[in-house]
């Protein structure tokens, strides 16, 4: 956890150092405000690791660090106008506090610094990087667009879930780690095999995303509790539900997530399935098991053993979360 | 004229070619159709005729000016929603066809596939253009905050209206033309004159547009008749009133202005006070002049002055269209 802590200081000194000062405020003002919401800083904090551990100067990799997590908080300032979601970490979301134009004008505004905060970078290496980073923005947009498309789609399968997940969520968590990578010079092998770690572990925390919408402890959570359910958002817990349910539970379940509505009977009637049918249980093995695939391509890596624990502790982290 | 339709030609076919075909629908459809809905795509042909006339290989131009329109779509459509513009060139805008979640969420797919649209380029090249590229899109948008603060800002100045168009619209033409002109691999004296020549002209340009709102051929324009008098914006056409009309008309004026009300009695009397003080005649001498600068710096160039000709064919042509 200490080597976590220590890049996530890095990363918190430099959203500070780099906090937006310019002209005209009712722009900048948006971008503060949702970067100073804080949260785990995950994506940063993979690009200094994957930098640092395969021996690049952490110091260039910061900037870069910073620019995925500007591109993550575009990224939640939109879907959050797109959810109609008033809260984000426990507070107002950016539109909720600043209107939408602003949400939507201050997103992009965002997500142009991200691009800029690459530029300090070699001219090779930061056609690398941003061919990696220009890459996951296109999957992460499509991603949210397929969330969006299950939310009313009927037939949705299981592979579909997981090529939604892969887009939206890992495709970030992947790029992050292969800029780090790149930004130290290492060779290919290693920053293929360290993007496909962060793929899997990018799908790890997608599914407990899943399972903390209706497992988790909402105090620290930020978010509604059951929000996905509401939503009719199929998740990993829809869908295991549907697999393991009887005929007349999968009935009551379509029921459901047909059913656009704020009554609490609904989550009550969804978690009801969901916990005879040990969803959870079943949720957190599908976890660990992709943790598990994740490690299995860490091995792939060249880098020393010790180099490779902080990916450990990592991946650790985010299984072993609460909110 | 002949030699605009040839770059508007290469323009055209290659966004026939590079159309998107990629899944899923509901995030690509929106893109196909803004692009589709045409314009002028003045932008991109600045782009082409930069890298050609500074003697580069316009092939190698094509892409990277059709990321120009990418991002420029991307601001129509994100713009739109911003402004509740039920229409774009004459058709229903983004959000009013798909609605505004897709309006934004294909707006942001667009801008993303802009930047993919340079990696064509060597990663010298590139870096320079993304530069550039990058430093616009975070302009344009400033620009259009500043817009916004305007329609409710009471003290708004020439000066302030000046470096808001010269950041919204101006900044584009000028990377436009830079962009070409990086890529034709000229000497960077070149690319900055053409820079500011794209910046003059196009300062020259969004004054038409200011002028075009209420005096250009409705039928031809593809938007509502004097819109920028209901969203009370302040235009060229509203400044040099300010400067020049009694007293009385002033009170007018700021009591319409500070109005937000679809009522025709209020286009009626802004328009009257603004033909009553010939500000028609005195945009016009404006955007000639400032025509007139872009021309000085296209002679700070030192191609041949028949390569200066296509620059000043689009300038005539910029300042003589009726919509």
Sequence with gaps: MEILNQYQKIVGDAINKYSFKSKPNEFYEPMNYIISLGGKRIRPVMVLMACDMFGGNTEESVKPALAIEFFHNFSLMHDDIMDKAPLRRNKPSVHTLYGINSGILSGDGLVFKAFKFFEDLEPETFKLCLKVFTKSTILVCEGQQYDINFETQQNVTFDDYIKMITYKTAALS??????????????????????????????????????????????????????????????????????????????????????????????????????????????????????????????????????????????????????
Tied chains: 1, 2.
């Design 174 to 323: 992947s790029s992050s780690l292969a800029i780090g990578a790149l930004i130290s010079g290492t060779k290919l092998k290693n920053v293929v095999a360290i993007a496909k770690f962060g793929k899997h572990l990018g799908i790890a925390f997608q599914m407990m995303d899943d399972y903390l919408d209706v497992f988790g402890d909402q105090s620290q959570l930020g978010k509604k509790h059951a929000g996905d359910i509401y939503e009719n958002k199929k998740t990993l817990l829809y869908f295991l539900a549907k697999k393991h349910a009887t005929e007349s539970e999968i009935k009551e379940l379509d029921y459901w997530y047909l059913k656009k509505t704020d009554n609490i009977d609904k989550v009550y009637e969804v978690e009801k399935i969901f916990k005879k049918n040990k969803v959870d249980e079943k949720a957190l093995r599908l976890i660990e098991k992709h943790t598990e695939i994740a490690q299995s391509y860490l091995q792939k890596t060249d880098i020393s053993e010790d180099n490779k624990k902080p990916f450990v502790e990592l991946a650790n982290y985010l299984l072993k979360r609460e909110s």
